[in-house]
């Protein structure tokens, strides 16, 4: 069977290991990655992903921020902030809150969970889909949204009274456990898999 290290690209040719037996990269030594690896990876990655999948609703619908001002007791979530966005005119920035935010990255754990877990297209399509979530990878901005929240926090304080609510944890740790999905997907996988 044919190999390439995934450290330096050398091709090589390895024979059938025994299950203690790891092949060894000739160039740079590091270990050759064998279809054991990847059902790890694999399952991995699911768990990651679907932990974000079940932490999302949590993280959009709770309350992220609870703002006490003049007596006023006013707390919203990520959803309820983009929908205050549209009724207030703002169209473009809640558009674009929308889909950076909650659309793309709920997206990338789909497809996550899809090429990792269920795995119910051919691997065309799977290949394909990798392609894709790659491409969206670059736009899907959960973490930029934790850095707004950061800088939010920085400028309210001293204004007004706040504090966070529970969809805070539920955020990070989905943006956590998607970029932890993200990270420990291996694409070899797709083509290893039936
Ligand atoms: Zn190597």
Same mark, same amino acid.
């Given at each position: 069977?044919?190999?390439?290290?995934?450290?330096?690209?050398?091709?090589?040719?390895?024979?059938?290991?025994?299950?203690?037996?790891?092949?060894?990269?000739?160039?740079?030594?590091?270990?050759?990655?064998?279809?054991?690896?990847?059902?790890?990876?694999?399952?991995?990655?699911?768990?990651?992903?679907?932990? =974000?999948? &079940?932490?999302?609703?949590?993280? @959009?619908? %709770? #309350?992220? +921020?609870? $703002?006490?001002? *003049?007596?006023?007791?006013?707390?919203?979530?990520?959803?309820?902030?983009?929908?205050?966005?549209?009724?207030?005119?703002?169209?473009?920035? =809640?558009? &674009?809150?929308?889909?950076?935010? @909650?659309? %793309? #990255?709920? +997206?990338? $754990?789909?497809? *996550?969970?899809?090429?990792?877990?269920?795995?119910?297209?051919?691997?065309?399509?799977?290949?394909?889909?990798?392609?894709?979530?790659?491409?969206?990878?670059?736009?899907?901005?959960?973490?930029?949204? %934790?850095?707004? +929240?950061?800088?939010?926090?920085?400028?309210?304080?001293?204004?007004?009274?706040?504090?966070?609510?529970?969809?805070?944890?539920?955020?990070?740790?989905?943006?956590?456990?998607?970029?932890?999905?993200?990270?420990?997907?291996?694409?070899?996988?797709?083509?290893?898999?039936?």
């Amino acid at each position: 069977m044919l190999k390439s290290c995934h450290c330096c690209g050398l091709i090589h040719e390895i024979a059938a290991l025994q299950s203690n037996q790891q092949a060894q990269c000739t160039r740079c030594h590091s270990v050759i990655d064998q279809s054991k690896n990847f059902k790890r990876s694999q399952g991995r990655t699911a768990a990651a992903a679907v932990a =974000a999948m &079940v932490l999302m609703p949590a993280a @959009i619908l %709770l #309350p992220i +921020l609870e $703002i006490e001002q *003049l007596g006023h007791h006013h707390s919203s979530s990520i959803l309820g902030g983009i929908v205050d966005l549209f009724q207030t005119g703002s169209v473009l920035v =809640a558009t &674009v809150i929308l889909l950076f935010s @909650i659309v %793309l #990255p709920l +997206l990338k $754990i789909l497809a *996550l969970i899809e090429l990792s877990w269920l795995c119910s297209m051919q691997q065309r399509h799977r290949a394909w889909t990798y392609r894709w979530m790659e491409q969206i990878g670059k736009w899907s901005m959960m973490d930029v949204m %934790l850095l707004a +929240l950061l800088v939010m926090t920085i400028k309210l304080s001293g204004v007004v009274q706040f504090h966070f609510g529970p969809a805070l944890i539920a955020f990070v740790l989905c943006v956590s456990m998607s970029m932890i999905a993200a990270i420990c997907f291996n694409p070899h996988a797709i083509w290893e898999s039936p």
